[in-house]
């Protein structure tokens, strides 16, 4: 007989892929926070330049997803997708101490970021099938939330390297390889994944007649999500407007530290209120938030300002990453999921590098204020699709 009270805790296994993730990101945080400055000061590239190169790599990121979703589906299979994903990830950190050149950077970005979309749809669908459906916002907010205490001590990390070793870039990139290889070994001893219920390998999901059975709701959020994509060009403008408003270099992984840790205590309790609210209503909330974040940063990037606008930046990262993942987990079919979630992220990913072409480009022509401006008007623009499209679901589900 089943318990007469179902259990309220969250499988263990969640809380595995939430610390897999949190060592992940310190690993490349350590690095990320500082790249965009080394970048700029040691190779001499533009913010064009780097603006390319960030929207390249997360683009590939998020399209690589879609083929690696579609190959979990199709196995059945997610962990071992998660492990090379994970894996390549930790063998790219290296690249970054002995990058000379843009391009060498370039190349650890797409090795990171390729390795980051092996992992991404097939991670999102394994926490899905491990949850109970009447938990997944929270079980998706807890992972985020862990994810995202490691983007806030990476930073932290490499702000006390930077100080202690006299801004040296490239001693800090070494420290990386630590925890993005305990990483690794971690997904491989502390996560199980349920076993199938099939034998062999399913049939094509990315065949026509597989993709007619995700649903128009489905295919409402994905559009949502490429829209809300470009209000969200890359953190490394961020990190660039401190830094001109005058922030000196050892201090500059203060602003994702800022940010990830308002996006980590956001993100939870976010997750589990989307589990009993009208999903766009907690998006246009969130939406309203970035808007009011990049009005800030167009109008100063100097003292308080700034640190308003990267709180707010923070914010509305946790109220809406994890409910987008929860939305493609509740419109999409079981056996789908992976296929689902890799679809949703090649769209965003596609998104993704026009947005920080575009910031880039901005940047260099007219200045940031110009950036962030662009930023406020592209969120308005998906406040108006989520109207006219309502993605998702407007009363929660048991």
Same mark, same amino acid.
């Given at each position: 007989?089943?318990?007469?009270? =179902?259990?309220?805790?969250? =499988?263990?296994?969640?809380?595995?892929?939430?610390?897999?993730?949190?060592?992940?990101?310190?690993?490349?945080?350590?690095?990320?926070?500082?790249? =965009?400055?080394?970048?700029?000061?040691?190779?001499?590239?533009?913010?064009?330049?780097?603006?390319?190169?960030?929207?390249?790599?997360?683009?590939?990121?998020?399209?690589?997803?879609?083929?690696?979703?579609?190959?979990? *589906?199709?196995?059945?299979?997610?962990?071992?997708?998660?492990?090379?994903?994970?894996?390549?990830?930790?063998?790219?950190? =290296?690249?970054?101490?002995?990058?000379?050149?843009?391009?060498?950077?370039?190349?650890?970005?797409?090795? *990171?970021?390729?390795?980051?979309?092996?992992?991404?749809?097939?991670? *999102?669908?394994?926490?899905?099938?491990?949850?109970?459906?009447?938990?997944?916002?929270?079980?998706?907010?807890?992972?985020?939330?862990?994810?995202?205490?490691?983007?806030?001590?990476?930073?932290?990390?490499?702000?006390?390297?930077?100080?202690?070793?006299?801004? *040296?870039? $490239?001693?800090?990139?070494?420290?990386?390889?630590?925890?993005?290889?305990?990483?690794? &070994?971690?997904?491989?001893?502390?996560?199980?994944?349920?076993?199938? +219920?099939? @034998?062999?390998? $399913?049939?094509?999901?990315?065949?026509?007649? +597989?993709?007619?059975?995700?649903?128009?709701?489905?295919?409402?959020?994905?559009?949502?999500?490429?829209?809300?994509?470009?209000?969200?060009?890359?953190?490394?403008?961020?990190?660039?407007?401190?830094?001109?408003?005058?922030?000196?270099?050892?201090?500059?992984?203060?602003?994702?530290?800022?940010?990830?840790?308002?996006?980590?205590?956001?993100?939870?309790?976010?997750?589990?209120?989307?589990?009993?609210?009208?999903?766009? $209503?907690?998006?246009?909330?969130? &939406?309203?938030?970035?808007?009011?974040?990049?009005?800030?940063?167009?109008?100063?990037?100097?003292?308080?300002?700034?640190?308003?606008?990267?709180?707010?930046?923070? &914010?509305?990262?946790?109220?809406?990453?994890? &409910?987008?993942?929860?939305?493609?987990?509740?419109?999409?079919?079981? @056996?789908?999921?992976?296929?689902?979630?890799?679809?949703?992220?090649?769209?965003?990913?596609?998104?993704?590098?026009?947005?920080?072409?575009?910031?880039?480009?901005?940047?260099?022509?007219?200045?940031?204020?110009?950036?962030?401006?662009?930023?406020?008007?592209?969120?308005?623009?998906?406040?108006?699709?989520?109207?006219?499209?309502?993605?998702?679901?407007?009363?929660?589900?048991?």
């Amino acid at each position: 007989m089943p318990p007469r009270h =179902p259990s309220r805790k969250l =499988p263990a296994g969640i809380w595995a892929l939430g610390f897999v993730s949190l060592l992940m990101d310190v690993s490349s945080e350590l690095i990320h926070s500082l790249l =965009p400055v080394f970048l700029a000061t040691v190779l001499g590239a533009s913010a064009f330049t780097i603006g390319l190169i960030e929207g390249t790599a997360e683009a590939l990121a998020l399209i690589v997803k879609v083929f690696s979703g579609a190959l979990s *589906d199709w196995l059945g299979k997610r962990k071992v997708l998660a492990v090379v994903g994970y894996g390549m990830g930790a063998l790219s950190k =290296p690249l970054f101490a002995l990058a000379t050149s843009t391009g060498i950077v370039l190349t650890a970005r797409l090795l *990171d970021r390729f390795g980051k979309g092996i992992r991404g749809a097939p991670r *999102d669908a394994l926490v899905a099938d491990i949850t109970p459906p009447r938990m997944r916002g929270a079980a998706f907010g807890l992972r985020q939330a862990l994810d995202t205490v490691g983007a806030f001590l990476g930073p932290l990390l490499a702000m006390g390297l930077m100080l202690l070793w006299a801004d *040296d870039f $490239r001693a800090v990139f070494w420290v990386a390889v630590i925890p993005g290889t305990l990483a690794v &070994l971690l997904l491989v001893f502390g996560v199980q994944e349920p076993e199938a +219920n099939h @034998d062999g390998p $399913r049939p094509n999901p990315i065949r026509p007649a +597989n993709l007619r059975r995700l649903p128009e709701a489905y295919w409402q959020v994905a559009t949502f999500g490429a829209v809300f994509t470009l209000a969200r060009f890359s953190e490394a403008f961020l990190v660039l407007r401190a830094q001109q408003g005058g922030l000196p270099i050892a201090l500059v992984p203060l602003v994702l530290i800022a940010m990830n840790a308002v996006y980590a205590v956001a993100a939870y309790p976010f997750g589990k209120l989307s589990d009993t609210m009208s999903h766009p $209503r907690l998006l246009a909330w969130g &939406l309203t938030t970035l808007i009011a974040a990049d009005l800030i940063l167009a109008y100063s990037g100097q003292g308080g300002w700034v640190w308003a606008g990267i709180a707010l930046w923070g &914010l509305h990262m946790g109220m809406t990453q994890g &409910l987008l993942a929860t939305m493609v987990a509740d419109t999409a079919p079981a @056996d789908l999921r992976g296929t689902a979630f890799g679809f949703f992220n090649l769209v965003s990913g596609i998104a993704m590098l026009a947005a920080s072409a575009l910031a880039g480009f901005l940047w260099d022509r007219l200045g940031p204020s110009y950036t962030f401006a662009a930023g406020a008007v592209f969120s308005l623009a998906a406040l108006t699709v989520m109207g006219l499209r309502r993605p998702g679901r407007d009363i929660p589900t048991d």
